[in-house]
């Protein structure tokens, strides 16, 4: 019989005032899943599952959007379980998450910038199931030495780019959605590691989901791959670089366009005089159509955590492709059927947060509220028809995000990371100065 | 007693045959020429003063057909007043090859070869000598940046009055059908804007040929489909009907009368999603009340690929131009030759077209059936690629020419190719066997395709303008009307073009 646990962060603060008492108030909820948990020390000798989740009740003002105006709407974004379990001393290792903003923001969650999966100045909803990946690790125990070979298969992330969103520190999406992950998709990830070098090469469908109910195109399976390898130089640092070839992403049945992925990236995630610090720089490049059209991105953010509070900041410069749109603003058409698009648009965002940790161990429940205030600038690149000016009536934007981030149990994982990546898939750089594991 | 004759007379047959076989291993005989026929370049086209594509060429041989070689035949002209070679020399199969230049007379010209003493001599050849098409240069005679609100599509001029589409979104959507009158010097004026309710593009638009009806096809909505108006008054069309396929639209939309009744060929998109949607499909609508259309045949292309985005009908053939796969489907909708008809079209063939390098793929997007009145042929099919592009700034596409003499065994003869440019929309003056395409931002191209045609035509371009100017061009399509070209043009509206 496996022991379940839901893991929990090692040490807490004392929460304050009314929100800690609204915690503490909230604590016989956030006790009701841990009853079904020993430790999670003990659960790394034998079979273990950690179960966790998280929500964001999100405001969003966003100021202009499509055709001049601004739009307020309230949304619970990105709600998600996980399941992890592991067998084997962790040779044998599952990862799931579930997804639901298919029933939460099925219209997508206003992100001036956003696009991708025929949704456009809206971050699209994600499928049910985001994640299921079984790997199984050190396939070859002692044979070669320290050297670990693993394989891993499931529906999740190509080993391509650097982490989904979810899991860093802005809640915001980033523009480069599309050109720095490759996700939801049928994968099977051969991986190798051998000191502080990962190397992982992933075979998986081109085809990008059209709705949160839909699997991946089985017969599509193959036609599409990635590679990407990861130096670890020190316990903080990781550096990585990938290349991913997609076969029409945006066209399910496969008659779409190739796209050649690049994705470098250098990340940060370790004490800086002793306080928690997260930082990413990551440059991504997507080719498509034989080179005729090229989207490039350069994005840094960062989160400082002293104590119950963190600050992050990011710079995004990321450009994307203006698709024709149906007569909702926020949709464009599909799925194709001509190879056109009506220009190129560069989005510069500042985003600047300020997040107010409440909570402590014994509630095993995460609460974040926070807010976060984007600045923009938008700008036509490289010729065709599309018309910043025209189109949102003015060449700037900002939105303001006020919400609260709820996360029971065990923290949001490095999605993505599975076989001899998933080391360093235990943290999103949601760290805090009161449960930090370094 | 038959047997004794057999016998009787075998033995001295046998006995010269084997003599013969001895004088031939002693000593060969010299292969003395006996005939000369045509081997190749009978019928051809072209245009005065310029050679036909292929030699003419003869075959001559000695009394067992054996071709021999190093015969000297003698070339001339006949009628036209071309030039030929005065000789040439039959090589190793016995093959003797001229290239006939035509002379300035149009009509039939003549050449023969001639070799004395030989059966078959004089072997004559004709060729059909067409006008040089010069004098084609396009201008701008008035219009323009008339339609500052919206992005134009596709174009149809019916006697004084023009029909425009609208395309997406500029400061307004693209659900609407504009009217033009066009003055006594051909000048368009804008008259009347009717808006479609629930489409972001009025994609396409035809009038039949008695002027009484116009169709449009919208797309980009929730209320895709075709859309039929009456032109009792041509400057205020008025709705009558409305045949809708829903969200995912029809691409396209083309009139054709068969056997006396008038028919619609609509081109519908695939939908989305996948699983939930329609195929891609030509739906085939009988108009002839058009208050009443009735869908009669649906011809479904599964592949899903990019679906079927044109058709060009004529004389009982539909041409179906269906992207990269299955490219372009010929059917029979009532010619006669397999049975075919609007509401049980059959199919007779298909082509995937070349990609000539252009990305990403044949791309059959449009096409035109060149029925030429001056050779009285119906050999070339017209077909537009339609490559990658970046709506109002760069694109990319070649013209295709198929050859469908036989078509059930289309194949591709020639190519266009614009540097910096994809081809869209056709129209053709066949008098003159000229081809006029909108080049998007290559503004509007005139092309020579009289005579034969045969690999890269880039030599064939007599003309070219950019309505718009650079930068402000992107040319959806021409008509040929009243003696001008107009053009519709997506950044800068309708045109009116001279073409000499």
């Known amino acids: 019989m496996p022991d379940v646990v839901i893991a929990s962060r090692s040490v807490a603060k004392q929460s ?12 016989p909820l956030a ?54 379990a592991g067998a084997l001393s962790n040779r044998l290792r599952l990862l799931s998450t ?44 002692g044979i070669d030495g320290s050297t670990r070979f693993s394989l891993a298969a499931g529906k999740g992330f190509a080993p391509f780019g650097t982490d989904d969103p979810m899991v860093r520190p802005v809640v915001r999406y980033p523009v480069n ?37 839909q699997w991946p195109k089985l017969s599509r399976f193959g036609d599409s791959w990635s590679g990407r390898l990861t130096a670890l130089p020190t316990a903080s640092v990781e550096l990585q670089g990938s290349y991913a070839r997609v076969h029409s992403p945006e066209h399910r049945p496969g008659a779409g366009t190739e796209q050649h992925k690049w994705s470098v990236s250098g990340r940060w995630d370790g004490d800086v005089s002793g306080k928690p610090v997260y930082a990413l720089v990551e440059w991504a490049r997507t080719s498509e159509a034989e080179g005729f059209f090229v989207f490039r991105s350069f994005l840094a953010e960062g989160a400082w955590t002293r104590g119950a509070s963190r600050l992050h900041y990011r710079f995004e410069r990321t450009a994307r492709p ?3 749109r149906t007569l909702d603003p926020f949709r464009s058409i599909r799925p194709h059927f001509e190879n056109s698009i009506l220009g190129t648009t560069r989005w510069t965002i500042h985003t600047l947060g300020y997040g107010y940790r409440l909570g402590d161990s014994s509630t095993r429940l995460d609460a974040l509220p926070f807010v976060e205030v984007s600045y923009g600038r938008m700008a036509d690149t490289g010729g065709g028809v599309f018309d910043v000016r025209s189109f949102y009536g003015r060449d700037t934007f900002w939105s303001l995000e006020i919400g609260l981030r709820l996360s029971p149990g065990m923290p949001m994982h490095r999605m993505g990371r599975y076989g001899v990546a998933q080391d360093t898939a235990d943290s999103g750089g949601m760290e805090y100065d009161d449960h930090h594991e370094h | 007693m038959i047997t004794m004759n057999t016998r009787r007379a075998a033995l001295p047959i046998l006995l010269i045959a084997l003599a013969a076989c001895g004088d031939d291993r002693a000593a060969p005989q010299p292969i003395v020429p006996a005939s000369i026929a045509a081997s190749g370049g009978t019928g051809q086209t072209a245009q005065t003063g310029s050679p036909l594509p292929t030699p003419l060429t003869v075959l001559v041989t000695d009394a067992t057909d054996t071709p021999v070689p190093d ?83 596709d174009l149809w001029v019916h006697g004084n009055y023009a029909y425009s589409g609208t395309w997406g979104f500029r400061e307004n ?101 996948e699983e939930e949607a329609t195929d891609p499909a030509l739906l085939i609508y009988d108009v002839t009340d058009p208050e009443a259309p009735t869908l009669v045949a649906t011809e479904v292309f599964p592949e899903r690929d990019y679906g079927i985005h044109d058709t060009f009908v004529r004389d009982g053939i539909a041409f179906a131009f269906v992207w990269d796969n299955p490219g372009l489907v010929i059917y029979d909708v009532g010619n006669g030759i397999r049975g075919g008809s609007p509401s049980a079209p059959v199919e007779i063939s298909r082509l995937i077209t070349a990609t000539n390098g252009v990305c990403c793929g044949p791309s059959v997007h449009n096409g035109w059936w060149f029925h030429n009145p001056v050779t009285s042929e119906r050999r070339y099919l017209f077909i537009g690629q339609e490559g990658a592009a970046t709506i109002g700034s760069n694109s990319s596409g070649d013209i295709h020419v198929v050859d469908v003499s036989d078509l059930a065994q289309p194949h591709e003869v020639a190519f266009f190719h614009l540097n910096g440019a994809g081809t869209h929309n056709f129209w053709m003056d066949e008098e003159r066997q000229i081809l006029y395409a909108a ?15 045969s690999g890269n035509l880039s030599g064939r371009l007599l003309s070219q303008v950019k309505p718009g100017g650079t930068g402000n061009t992107f040319t959806w399509g021409v008509q040929l009307a009243n003696g001008y070209l107009y053009a519709i043009d997506m950044l800068s509206g309708l045109w009116q073009l001279t073409t000499e």
């Open chain 1, 16 to 27: 304050r005032g009314l929100p800690g008492r609204l915690l503490r108030g909230l604590r």
């Open chain 1, 322 to 324: 203006e698709e024709q």
């Open chain 1, 31 to 84: 006790m009701t899943v841990p009853l079904l948990l020993p430790s999670l020390a003990r659960a790394q000798s034998s079979p273990w599952i950690r179960v966790g989740a998280n929500g964001v009740l999100l405001y969003t003002f966003a100021d202009p959007v499509p055709r001049g105006r601004s739009l307020a709407e309230v949304r619970l974004v990105q709600p998600a379980i996980m399941v992890h």
């Open chain 2, 439 to 453: 080049y998007y931002n290559g503004g509007v191209v005139a092309l020579d395709v009289s005579g034969t045609l």
């Open chain 2, 173 to 273: 959507e693209g659900n609407t059908l504009k009217v033009w009158s066009l003055g006594a010097a051909g000048s368009p004026t804008l008259v009347e804007s009717i808006i479609v309710p629930e489409i972001g593009t009025v994609s396409d638009v035809q009038v039949s040929d008695d002027g009484q009806l116009l169709v449009l096809s919208g797309e980009a909505g929730t209320n895709g489909g075709i859309y039929l108006y009456s032109l009792s008054n041509p400057a205020a069309p008025s709705f009558l009907s409305s045949a809708l396929v829903g969200e995912a639209g029809v691409h396209t939309v083309t009139l054709s009368t068969i056997d006396g009744r008038l028919y619609a060929f609509a081109s519908r998109n695939p939908g989305f999603p």
């Open chain 1, 177 to 213: 959605h599309h050109l720095a992950q490759i996700l939801e998709r049928l994968v099977a990830i051969a991986g190798v590691r051998t000191g502080p070098i990962a190397v992982e090469a992933g075979l998986f469908n081109g085809d990008e989901p059209e709705r949160p109910g």
């Open chain 2, 71 to 153: 015969v000297v035949v003698a070339w001339s002209v006949v009628d036209g007043g071309g030039g030929v070679p005065a000789t040439s020399l039959t090589n190793s199969a016995g093959l003797a090859s001229a290239t006939f230049t035509l002379g300035p007379v149009v009509g039939q010209q003549g050449a023969q070869a001639q070799v004395s003493g030989l059966t078959g001599s004089p072997v004559v050849f004709t060729a059909t000598a067409t006008q040089e098409p010069g004098g084609t240069d396009l201008s701008v005679v008035s219009g323009g940046n008339n339609v500052p609100e919206r992005f134009s599509s």
């Open chain 1, 98 to 141: 579930i997804n639901f903003e298919g029933l939460t923001m099925p219209a997508g969650e206003l992100t001036p910038g956003a696009w991708g999966e025929g949704f456009i100045d809206r971050r699209h909803p994600h499928t049910y199931l985001h994640e299921l990946v079984l790997s199984a690790d050190d396939l070859l125990g």
